[in-house]
């Protein structure tokens, strides 16, 4: 029998964690065939009991459980190997006995690997320890793009780590191209990722991180490392793997060599006995330099890799320098020294050169060192149990963070409250200005501290406190790992990485419907069980107002809007395609006059641009350009349609029963930048338009020909939906919080 996919688990001493291996692969959301083969290496503890005892429970015809038992140990890419001649599905998984994978990896991996003719998947992943979670660490580039294709697929080679269990292959790549494990020693994985990047012509990439590589301190690479046996397999992969190393790639010579240096130097440091650097070193780059010493290396690269290849210390085998740069690196003074050395190479001064260390070392140091020991006193002081600071989004006085805000005032709640802002709407007494010495006391003695957005890495999180982060609305868009935000990711690195760690913090995160969970839960691999199900306080505040005639009328006489007029709400969402960009491109935007010239006189149009866009204002007497100071809930409460693009602003509007259309001219380029999810703009579809005309017309015929039906079932799922006052479940949780001790 033919199975969808093979999963192949190698097994040696897991007891304590085979169980949480084997019962993710169980528990996948992948509704295909599952083959699980599991190789033991002649595990001396109860392993063996602990796989049997899970195929008699869980064997079937659909997941299928195989277990080989070797007749010696004979190390993982033996047992990799056999499991692969074994295997009877169309692609191949390999799993670590004490990994985990995330729920829905085979299903959004099988999903990406039948759209097209790839070679294999490859998803992202994360370090999963057992008394903090995951911890996300990854930041390489090819991870912005959504396939590889020929000599691209060696962009691998830049990863700093390199795996070969986050991928699905497909066996018959694998196959056709005689790719195997190195086989009876450590790192046998090195040969096989070298072999199948150069060989790949298709790879797939999916963003999410759907495997968790276990930080396990008894694993095979952490464990025997005063012997030489690491060593000894190590020269032994690096050797084998350079007999069959023919890259495709311009600077693949170099990215491997830079990768195999830096291995070479941790592990005779850290896993072999004293004395083994240096010749351990001098070994590695015989074999490199005979292999290849002629190869291209780029212009700009960090100060060690430029002496250690672009000097060709390496190239000529100069073992000494390659060790005292590395310390010097290992000490972070290497890059340092080499930027003095560049001043010196323009013949600055001596005394010039000196003064300008002091300003930057010492003087402009001293004192962000005493303030940041008065901010780090505030830690010494008790929690305060009733204390509730409001971070609001980016400081603003806006959205979920307001109304709650506002909420618990008019409660006149017995929350001692607090906003971050400079907003002069928020009475003195609560208002605390943002990074001023009294807003790091708040932040260090409040027991809940409340955010709406990304909080800065540097606030500090007390233990015995809790952070609840509301975010700010319903994605359509697609967000954080669930995209490739390959703009972004550009120009930061570790964008991703400094998210996760702040996703670490939240202790709950608000969601307005069942199906915004689900994308929370994906984009930010946050458990379930932290998922808030309350509902948004903006979204409340319109249920609560929608009858409200006097408000109503009192926003629209601010805004000047004449009385009998129809009001039309334009919101766009901004561009990933334009971040960092000096010259955005605005195309993607309505035109306004156009459109009002193909309508009746009966229209207004109000103009909320995005806070992260740029571009010039409509000048029309129908178009309003409202203030900064007015909140988009307002907007929505007195529009009698809204046309938006990508943003979630549609959904809060559902709530009240607001209609809207969609102007969408850009789909291609933003799917590329971003992505949005693809049930959600399936739902979508029958309400988007990509020209003016179009647009024009379903207005025109808005109260005839509008999809009502459709707009219905687009209600049903993404609407705000929960009957009981948002605001008063969140406060009651609230004071659930306040009320535990830790």
């Known amino acids: 029998m033919e199975f969808d996919i093979s999963v192949i688990i190698p097994t040696y001493n897991v007891e304590l964690y085979i169980d949480e291996a084997l019962n993710s692969v169980k528990k996948q959301s992948f509704k295909g065939s599952v083959e699980v083969i599991i190789i033991d290496d002649c595990s001396t503890d109860k392993t063996h009991?602990?796989?049997?005892?899970?195929?008699?429970?869980?064997?079937?015809?659909?997941?299928?459980?195989?277990?080989?038992?070797?007749?010696?140990?004979?190390?993982?890419?033996?047992?990799?190997?056999?499991?692969?001649?074994?295997?009877?599905?169309?692609?191949?998984?390999?799993?670590?006995?004490?990994?985990?994978?995330?729920?829905?990896?085979?299903?959004?991996?099988?999903?990406?690997?039948?759209?097209?003719?790839?070679?294999?998947?490859?998803?992202?992943?994360?370090?999963?320890?057992?008394?903090?979670?995951?911890?996300?660490?990854?930041?390489?580039?090819?991870?912005?793009?959504?396939?590889?294709?020929?000599?691209?697929?060696?962009?691998?080679?830049?990863?700093p780590t390199y795996f070969s269990v986050n991928k699905l292959y497909l066996k018959e790549f694998l196959i056709n191209n005689n790719i195997r494990y190195g086989e009876g020693y450590i790192y046998e994985d090195f040969e096989f990722y070298l072999d199948v990047a150069q060989k790949a012509n298709a790879i797939a990439i999916i963003s999410n991180p759907l495997y968790w590589v276990r930080v396990n301190e008894h694993s095979t690479t952490k464990t025997n490392t005063m012997g030489a046996d690491h060593i000894n397999s190590y020269l032994k992969a690096v050797e084998n793997s350079m007999k069959l190393f023919n890259p495709r790639g311009k600077s693949s010579y170099y990215q491997v060599y830079k990768h195999l240096i830096q291995k070479s130097i941790y592990y005779a440091k850290k896993r072999a006995p004293i004395g083994y650097k240096r010749k351990t070193l001098k070994k590695v780059i015989s074999i490199l330099n005979t292999k290849n010493k002629h190869y291209y290396v780029p212009l700009n690269i960090i100060p060690l890799n430029h002496l250690l290849f672009r000097r060709r210390y390496v190239q000529r085998s100069k073992i000494n320098r390659i060790l005292f740069v590395d310390w010097l690196q290992s000490k972070g003074k290497l890059v340092p020294i080499f930027k003095i050395a560049k001043?010196?190479?323009?013949?600055?001064?001596?005394?010039?050169?000196?003064?300008?260390?002091?300003?930057?070392?010492?003087?402009?140091?001293?004192?962000?060192?005493?303030?940041?020991?008065?901010?780090?006193?505030?830690?010494?002081?008790?929690?305060?149990?009733?204390?509730?600071?409001?971070?609001?989004?980016?400081?603003?006085?806006?959205?979920?963070?307001?109304?709650?805000?506002?909420?618990?005032?008019?409660r006149k709640s017995q929350f001692e409250i607090h906003f971050v802002t400079k907003d002069n709407r928020v009475p003195s007494e609560f208002r605390i200005t943002p990074r001023s010495m009294k807003f790091y006391e708040k932040l260090a003695t409040s027991k809940v501290v409340i955010g709406e957005s990304w909080l800065p890495l540097d606030f500090k999180k007390r233990q015995g406190a809790y952070w609840l982060q509301m975010w700010h609305g319903t994605p359509y868009k697609k967000l954080l790992f669930d995209s490739h935000e390959m703009f972004i990711s550009k120009y930061n690195r570790n964008h991703k990485k400094q998210k996760q760690r702040d996703i670490m913090r939240w202790d709950f995160l608000l969601s307005d419907s069942p199906k915004a969970s689900e994308k929370f839960i994906s984009a930010f691999v946050i458990p379930k069980e932290k998922i808030l199900n309350f509902g948004y306080p903006r979204v409340q505040w319109l249920k609560s107002n929608q009858e409200n005639t006097e408000l109503i009328e009192s926003i629209k006489k601010g805004l000047n809007i004449p009385i009998g007029k129809k009001v039309i709400l334009y919101v766009p969402t901004w561009r990933d395609y334009n971040f960092k960009s000096h010259r955005p491109n605005n195309k993607y935007k309505l035109d306004l006059n156009i459109l009002l010239e193909k309508l009746n006189d009966d229209y207004v149009v109000i103009d909320k641009d995005h806070s992260m866009s740029l571009g010039s204002k409509e000048v029309n007497s129908q178009v309003i350009n409202p203030s900064s100071s007015i909140d988009v809930q307002e907007l929505i409460l007195i529009s009698d349609l809204i046309i938006s693009d990508y943003s979630s602003i549609i959904f809060d509007g559902l709530a009240i029963n607001k209609k809207f259309l969609l102007y969408i001219n850009d789909f291609e380029q933003y799917e590329k930048a971003r992505g949005v999810y693809e049930d959600i703009n399936k739902q979508l579809l029958e309400f988007n338009s990509t020209d003016v005309e179009t647009l024009a017309n379903k207005i025109t015929f808005l109260n005839t020909e509008y999809p009502n039906v459709t707009y219905e079932k687009v209600k049903s799922v993404l609407a705000n939906i929960y009957t009981e006052n948002s605001n008063l479940m969140l406060e009651n949780f609230i004071q659930k919080l306040m009320n535990s001790k830790e």
Not at 70 to 91: D, H, L, P, V, W
Not at 140 to 153: A, E, G, H, P, W
Not at 381 to 388: A, E, K, L, T, W
């Open 343 to 410: 001043k010196y190479k323009n013949k600055i001064k001596y005394n010039k050169l000196t003064d300008s260390i002091r300003n930057t070392n010492y003087y402009k140091n001293k004192k962000k060192h005493q303030k940041l020991k008065k901010i780090e006193s505030f830690n010494n002081r008790p929690i305060n149990d009733n204390s509730i600071l409001f971070l609001g989004f980016d400081y603003r006085y806006i959205g979920n963070s307001r109304y709650f805000f506002e909420y618990l005032q008019e």
């Open 49 to 159: 009991e602990l796989i049997e005892e899970f195929k008699r429970v869980n064997d079937s015809k659909s997941f299928s459980i195989k277990t080989i038992y070797q007749e010696k140990n004979m190390r993982q890419g033996t047992a990799r190997n056999r499991g692969i001649e074994e295997s009877n599905g169309k692609y191949i998984f390999f799993l670590d006995g004490d990994d985990i994978l995330d729920s829905s990896c085979f299903e959004k991996m099988f999903d990406k690997a039948i759209e097209g003719s790839y070679d294999f998947v490859l998803c992202d992943w994360a370090y999963y320890y057992e008394d903090k979670g995951l911890v996300y660490v990854n930041n390489d580039l090819f991870l912005n793009k959504q396939v590889l294709y020929n000599i691209d697929c060696e962009q691998l080679y830049e990863a």
